[in-house]
T-cell receptor, first 110, second 115 residues
Framework: GIQVEQSPPDLILQEGANSTLRCNFS?????LQWFHQNPWGQLINLFY???GTKQNGRLSATTVATERYSLLYISSSQTTDSGVYFC????????????FGTGTRLTIIP | GAVVSQHPSWVICKSGTSVKIECRSL??????MFWYRQFPKQSLMLMAT?????????EQGVEKDKFLINHASLTLSTLTVTSAHPEDSSFYIC???????????FGQGTRLTVV
């Protein structure tokens, strides 16, 4: 099946720092989404980004589908950014099943 | 918009009993809903695909008789964990795919503890 790897697995940063999270996938995909899982387990949609670049406030994402990777940028980190970030992809078969990546655990220190 | 409500948020039950978890898309229709399971400090694993009006499709290794799924309408899917055992304790999350595009939205999750 499709493999979805995220790096780094863990990241500890000082408040105000910038970070780049990476998602590599092993096959062509129809869709890619980024999520933030908060400490209570809720998955919050960040980006729906099968290709191209999007920005939303301090966050932006870029997917290069032909090279099978996506990047999530977080600028001027805040403590509320702490949590686990997942990318998830669905294969190009139109069944909309999402395969989740391994996740990046981000900890922002005040 | 695009809100998915999952209930209950947490439940504790005795071994051998059954637990029902509801997943509702509040402001959009979803022909397809998905059920995931997440163990501590791990990623989400897909359990089954729930389609309105038809039988659910289970992933390999998931017991369909233990995890009963019903998708009664375009806005409601339920997961029933039957004859629960302590090893079924986990975090269960549903998602609904918007009928107009392929973006998935997730419920708040249900933390199940079987004692």
């Amino acid at each position: 099946g499709i493999q979805v790897e995220q790096s780094p697995p863990d990241l500890i940063l000082q408040e105000g720092a910038n970070s780049t999270l990476r998602c590599n996938f092993s096959d062509s995909v129809n869709n890619l989404q980024w999520f933030h899982q908060n400490p209570w387990g809720q998955l919050i949609n960040l980006f729906y980004i099968p290709s191209g670049t999007k920005q939303n406030g301090r966050l932006s994402a870029t997917t290069v589908a032909t090279e099978r990777y996506s990047l999530l940028y977080i600028s001027s980190s805040q403590t509320t950014d702490s949590g686990v970030y997942f990318c998830a992809v669905d294969l190009n078969f139109g069944n909309e099943k999402l395969t989740f990546g391994t996740g990046t655990r981000l900890t922002i220190i005040p | 918009g695009a809100v998915v409500s999952q209930h209950p948020s947490w439940v504790i039950c005795k071994s051998g009993t059954s637990v029902k978890i509801e997943c509702r898309s509040l402001d959009f229709q979803a022909t397809t809903m998905f059920w995931y399971r997440q163990f501590p400090k791990q990623s989400l694993m897909l359990m089954a695909t729930s389609n309105e009006g038809s039988k659910a499709t289970y992933e390999q290794g998931v017991e369909k008789d233990k995890f009963l799924i019903n998708h009664a309408s375009l806005t409601l899917s339920t997961l029933t964990v039957t004859s629960a055992h302590p090893e079924d304790s986990s975090f269960y999350i549903c998602s609904a795919v918007h009928i107009l595009n392929t973006e998935a939205f997730f419920g708040q999750g249900t933390r199940l503890t079987v004692v």
